[in-house]
């Protein structure tokens, strides 16, 4: 799953693609209705989904790895809903990534992976091919 050029803006609640970068901001195209906006460094943080990772008990994981899991658990455990109290998403997650930080994630950050990952599923774009997951497997253990 290619996660590059996907940018979650603060205060937006869609996902955007980054289409150009400018000296005080960046221009974006939303993933819904393919509109480009001007969004100001000034006024708005932005966050790179493939920059986003998640607390393990030692180090960290990718947000793609998370996804896979998400995907490859969805038979055996829905997807909760973001408005979901808090200990179902920490125990939803918990069968997911089972080493996860239970201390530094916060119920916060488990929804905005639900809602990334629904709304980029929803847009067909959780897809894993083997041949990349396999090649990116390799590369990190040399």
Do not use: C
Request: aromatic share 10%; net charge negative.
């Amino acid at each position: 799953m290619n996660l590059r050029n996907i940018v979650a803006v603060s205060g937006e609640s869609v996902l955007y693609t980054l289409v150009a970068n400018k000296n005080n901001g960046l221009l974006l195209e939303n993933m819904d209705t393919k509109r480009t906006k001007f969004f100001s460094m000034r006024l708005y943080q932005f966050t790179p989904l493939e920059t986003v990772g998640i607390y393990t008990d030692t180090d960290t994981v990718e947000l793609a790895v998370i996804f896979k899991a998400m995907l490859d658990h969805e038979a055996t455990h829905p997807i909760p809903s973001p408005k979901d109290d808090n200990q179902t998403l920490h125990n939803y997650f918990a069968n997911i990534l089972t080493n996860y930080d239970r201390d530094r994630v916060y119920a916060s950050d488990i929804k905005k992976v639900v809602k990334w990952y629904n709304f980029l599923k929803s847009k067909d774009l959780v897809v894993f091919d083997e041949e990349a997951t396999t090649e990116s497997a390799t590369t990190e253990q040399e």
